[in-house]
T-cell receptor, first 108, second 116 residues
Framework: GQNIDQPTEMTATEGAIVQINCTYQTSGFNGLFWYQQHAGEAPTFLSYNVLDGLEEKGRFSSFLSRSKGYSYLLLKELQMKDSASYLCAVRDTDKLIFGTGTRLQVFP | DADVTQTPRNRITKTGKRIMLECSQTKGHDRMYWYRQDPGLGLQLIYYSFDVKDINKGEISDGYSVSRQAQAKFSLSLESAIPNQTALYFC???????????????FGPGTRLTVL
């Protein structure tokens, strides 16, 4: 079966660092994506990992361990505008399978 | 700007009505997708198409049909709408060429559909 798990909600303080975890069990694996989605808006692409290790892009980093079926998204120097849902998605052959998303609230 | 557009953005309809949601893109991508999003359930794939002559069912295709009229256009139809099809619907596109960053999907702004 296909299963992607993320925490439902997280809270953090402006300026802090937060790590959002994602574990997956899928029949195939051809890369893992992270998307950001503000309420009522379209998801927007944040990062992509296909090999093990850390990918860094500005304040955001994403890590993948294929042997553990595990990824995390790290957000540094949190800003109020980072309050959004973060979606983990695994590409299984040619389709994306999405987790239910983690709603992050950033407080002043 | 190259973009993904959806029409209508909001629609309220009654049970039993036929509804069509339209998606157009100017990105030149060959792959197009339709998803629905319900609170707490994430994005679920309804149908997808890798070119004009290719249509594939996703996880939740029952009660829906699609038409790929051209490379740039992909429509989703609800033949006889029912209340549990009330949701936010997203169209997305991606490119199949090698060298893209993993073939990320680009999403349209969404259509909020309410079936009474």
């Amino acid at each position: 079966g296909q299963n992607i798990d993320q925490p439902t909600e997280m809270t953090a303080t402006e300026g802090a660092i937060v790590q959002i975890n994602c574990t997956y069990q899928t029949s195939g694996f051809n890369g893992l994506f992270w998307y950001q989605q503000h309420a009522g808006e379209a998801p927007t692409f944040l990062s992509y990992n296909v090999l093990d290790g850390l990918e860094e892009k500005g304040r955001f980093s994403s890590f993948l361990s294929r042997s553990k079926g595990y990824s995390y998204l790290l957000l540094k120097e949190l800003q109020m505008k980072d309050s959004a849902s973060y979606l983990c998605a695994v590409r299984d052959t040619d389709k994306l399978i999405f987790g239910t998303g983690t709603r992050l609230q950033v407080f002043p | 700007d190259a973009d993904v557009t959806q029409t209508p953005r909001n629609r309220i309809t009654k049970t039993g009505k036929r509804i069509m949601l339209e998606c157009s893109q100017t990105k030149g991508h060959d792959r197009m997708y339709w998803y629905r999003q319900d609170p707490g359930l994430g994005l679920q794939l309804i149908y997808y198409s890798f070119d004009v002559k290719d249509i594939n069912k996703g996880e939740i295709s029952d009660g829906y049909s699609v038409s790929r009229q051209a490379q740039a256009k992909f429509s989703l139809s609800l033949e006889s709408a029912i209340p549990n099809q009330t949701a936010l619907y997203f169209c997305a596109t991606s490119a199949s060429q090698a060298g893209t960053p993993g073939g990320e999907q680009f999403f349209g702004p969404g259509t909020r559909l309410t079936v009474l």
